[in-house]
């Protein structure tokens, strides 16, 4: 080893950064020249990152770059997070402005300028307004808690609107008589004050993880803080500037509206170029529908699933990446519905509803509603009330036996076409694959069930709405799913695809485990 190393007349060294970007390059050359062994060698140095430029700019933007940027960047964080954060900055611009011209119309409403205000008057009704905002965010916690991290765009989107209403509100205030009216409105301010807290700093931090990729969590919102801060002090400097000349009610209410509506179209445009990697229910249902749509095994032009035994031959799947279901999703959606989107139509059809991880009571409430008798018998018995359904649940309980849930779909009342509601029970020890199985059951089976009592179907609609052909129906259906393991193979599919297929975003609230003995 010793004598290769003394073999070479010249040694390289390269030095890279987190990105393994080339930053300086060392080169060693032996002095062979002097006989002397203590004479060394010879060491020149060759920067990437300098430039020979007197005024070049490269070294100030790697400075920034290192400031502002997660380090490793952008091989650090995703695809997307240079676009988020692009129409974040910009959006944080125009909400400081118009930040500051609803902080003026708060400091009018409670007295500043008038000789007759009263400092305690104003504490107190400060004191009312944090009451009310803490209140609030304990209770909005509680109701959508669940639901914050998987819809997370959603609420990122939502937190925005209710901080907007609030300065509305605000801007509103000297314009209402001092007294209860007033009172209610700076307290209503500081309610959706409160809730954006809540739904921007837990969807922000679902986004966060979202971004790193490197484990880099903590220095990406670091870095963030970083640059909210550069953007929160440049909007207030234009502010000021903005709030000493914009003095009169038109102008005031001209510029606070333009800033309002230029804030919430960067801020739609920041959560539009998000792409999660995780399936919650619309991006299941986008995902999935294109995917057994593409299934040529499967037969979805009849009213009956189509069961094929070679489902190894080759069949060419239609699997959405990220990035194309992003670009189909709605941010404001019905969180609990059962939607088709044919990719070869491109259209979506509403099939109906579905819960997931709901209680045995909801589940049986359900069942109620769905015997044909107008009120379901109800005795008491020596342990409790019994309910008489219509359901047979040891049909059921026989076709889930080696599953991690039970599936039953009910009729929904009305409507023109038939829709369907899918009640999802997760057993004991159900995993995320289990759950995104019976999210892709219960979707199948309403596109069946939806065709089998569709008007355009030559069967009658009665036996659809029969418990025992449904059940038949999503017992095909499962065996379908079973079939050569397919339900694993559009597991993988998905994977390759670039879909986190191990991270929960189904359950939108606190769910239910069962067990069967």
């Given at each position: 080893?010793?004598?290769s ?9 390269q ?11 060392y ?5 062979k020249?002097?006989k ?30 290192d400031?502002f ?9 995703s695809?997307?997070y ?13 909400s ?6 609803s ?11 008038n ?7 104003a ?5 009312l ?6 209140i609030a ?6 109701r ?17 609107v ?40 837990s969807s922000?931090a ?5 971004f790193?990729?490197?484990g880099n ?13 550069v ?15 914009v ?5 005031t ?16 445009a920041a959560v ?5 990697t ?9 995902a ?8 040529s095994?499967?037969g979805?032009?009849?009213s ?10 080759p ?9 194309q ?8 959606h ?7 989107t044919?990719?070869?139509q ?13 209680s045995?009571d ?14 379901p ?10 309910i008489?359904t219509?359901?047979?649940m ?7 036996e ?16 038939a ?15 289990g ?23 030559k ?14 129906v ?5 065996d379908?799913?079973n079939?050569?393991d ?8 998905l ?23």
């Amino acid at each position: 080893m010793g004598s290769s190393a003394h073999s070479h007349a010249r040694l390289i060294f390269q030095e890279t950064d987190e990105a393994d970007n080339p930053t300086v390059t060392y080169i060693y050359s032996d002095q062979k020249a002097q006989k002397s062994a203590s004479s060394g060698g010879r060491l020149d140095v060759l920067s990437t990152t300098s430039d020979s430029s007197l005024w070049s700019t490269r070294p100030l933007i790697t400075y920034l770059s290192d400031v502002f940027l997660p380090s490793g960047y952008p091989q650090s964080v995703s695809d997307d997070y240079l676009p988020y954060q692009i129409f974040d900055s910009l959006q944080a611009f125009c909400s400081s402005i118009a930040g500051l011209l609803s902080s003026r119309a708060v400091l009018q409403g409670v007295g500043v300028g008038n000789a007759d205000a009263s400092p305690t008057s104003a504490l107190l009704l400060h004191i009312l307004q944090d009451t009310s905002g803490r209140i609030a965010t304990i209770l909005f916690a509680h109701r959508v808690g669940t639901a914050l991290e998987p819809e997370c765009k959603t609420y990122r989107l939502a937190a925005d609107v209710f901080n907007d209403f609030a300065m509305i509100l605000d801007c509103l205030s000297p314009m209402v008589p001092a007294g209860v009216m007033r009172v209610s409105i700076l307290s209503a301010a500081g309610v959706l004050r409160a809730l954006c807290g809540v739904a921007g700093g837990s969807s922000k931090a679902s986004l966060s993880a979202h971004f790193a990729k490197w484990g880099n969590l903590a220095e990406l919102n670091a870095k963030d803080s970083s640059q909210e801060t550069v953007i929160s002090l440049v909007g207030m400097l234009v502010g000021s500037v903005v709030v000493s000349h914009v003095t009169g009610f038109t102008t005031t209410w001209i510029a606070l509206l333009t800033l309002l509506a230029l804030h919430l179209s960067l801020n739609y445009a920041a959560v539009r170029s998000v792409q999660m990697t995780s399936l919650n229910r619309q991006r299941a249902n986008i995902a999935l529908s294109a995917l057994l749509e593409s299934d040529s095994k499967i037969g979805l032009h009849h009213s009956t699933i189509a069961k094929e035994p070679d489902f190894d031959s080759p069949t060419e799947l239609t699997v959405l990446t990220p990035a194309q279901v992003s670009s189909q999703e709605r941010i404001f959606h019905r969180a609990d519905a059962l939607q088709w989107t044919s990719p070869t139509q491109g259209s979506t059809r509403f099939l109906g509803s579905a819960e997931i991880g709901v209680s045995l009571d909801t589940f049986f409430k359900h069942a109620q509603r769905y015997n044909d008798s107008t009120s379901p018998s109800i005795t008491s018995g020596g342990s409790g009330p019994s309910i008489k359904t219509t359901l047979q649940m040891q049909n059921l309980a026989s076709i889930f036996e080696h599953e991690p849930y039970i599936l039953f779909l009910f009729p929904l009342q009305g409507g023109s076409t038939a829709t369907w509601h899918a009640s999802i029970l997760l057993k004991k020890g159900c995993t995320v694959t289990g759950q995104l199985k019976a999210w892709a059951h219960a979707l199948l089976t309403a596109c069946a069930l939806s065709k089998s009592h569709s008007p355009s179907s030559k069967e009658t609609h009665a036996p659809a709405r029969d418990s025992l052909y449904v059940s038949g129906v999503v017992a095909d259906v499962l065996d379908v799913l079973n079939q050569r393991d397919r339900f694993k193979g559009y597991l993988g599919a998905l994977e390759r695809a670039g879909w986190d297929v191990d991270v929960g975003a189904l359950e939108t609230r606190g769910g239910r485990r069962v067990s069967l003995r």
